[in-house]
């Protein structure tokens, strides 16, 4: 049974410690393309910090962002499927940040908010190719549903924080740590594997016939759900062990090695 969907995700898979993506790795995509194989990103990210790179590798397969919350076409725009944060939900955890002190960003059609431009915000700016907006307070009590909210901190604090969320919405949020620094929370029942399964359907693709490429938690979801779940070299050990298949790392074109060897060539 051949590969006819991929699904990859950005950072520390497809992308490399220079948040680029290496010629070869573009050149295999390109053929996986060319093939009639249907190619698309799977990310944390945003649709507008995603777009660039599926706009350098030629895709016009929806992508998933936000972690699975949004499923947008990358041509048109159009949004596909869209699951925020129920506004209740978001501003008791927005309260809750703003009373310990913590960092909170939140993201509303497709942009981003934050408190202040400090050095947190500057740090994701740089690292997702996006300007944060500023508003002070209102943050806090903005009306518009949230699509994510992302905690940043100390890998030792984000597990302090994740264990207390865990706590109090674990019920009501899904959360994932995508880096060490990263706690990401979207609304219960989202993740990259139920979209992925969402565009499978739409483009009438069973899942024995799609190929999901990661390396962190919030990847987990999909590579189970996918018939050819693939986990980075530089993955983190539960990954690995969930995942049929482990290629090289994201600085060894690893993503390149999985669609060459498994998609490229029909192995079975």
Avoid at 157 to 174: C, K, T, Y
Avoid at 178 to 189: C, F, H, I
Avoid at 250 to 267: H, K, M, P, S, T
Wanted: net charge negative; proline share 4%.
């Amino acid at each position: 049974m051949s590969i006819r969907l991929i699904a990859v995700d950005l950072d520390d898979t497809l992308l490399n410690a220079a948040v680029g993506i290496s010629p070869h790795t573009q050149d295999v995509i390109r053929q996986a393309v060319a093939k009639g194989i249907a190619v698309t990103v799977a990310t944390g990210r945003m649709h507008c910090s995603a777009l660039p790179y599926a706009q350098q590798l030629g895709l016009d397969v929806p992508l998933i962002t936000y972690n699975g919350a949004m499923i947008r076409r990358s041509l048109s725009g159009e949004t596909l499927l869209h699951v925020p944060i129920e506004q209740e939900i978001a501003r008791e955890v927005l309260s809750l940040f703003r009373s310990r002190g913590w960092y909170i960003q939140t993201y509303t059609q497709d942009k981003l908010y934050v408190a202040e431009i400090n050095a947190k915000a500057r740090y994701y700016e740089n690292l997702a190719g996006v300007k944060a907006i500023p508003v002070g307070d209102e943050l806090y009590t903005m009306s518009e549903l949230p699509t994510k909210m992302l905690a940043m901190a100390e890998p030792e604090e984000i597990s302090r924080i994740q264990h207390v969320m865990q706590g109090l919405f674990g019920d009501r949020l899904s959360m994932a740590t995508s880096k060490p620094n990263y706690l990401e929370m979207v609304a219960p029942g989202v993740n990259k594997g139920k979209s992925l399964a969402f565009l499978a359907a739409m483009l009438n693709i069973p899942r024995e016939e799609v190929m999901a490429i990661g390396d962190s938690h919030n990847d987990l979801d999909m590579i189970q759900y996918a018939g050819w779940g693939v986990a980075m070299g530089n993955a983190a050990d539960k990954v690995k062990a969930a995942a049929r298949l482990v290629t090289r790392s994201n600085e060894e074109d690893g993503v390149a090695e999985a669609i060459e060897r498994y998609a490229l060539q029909d192995c079975r």
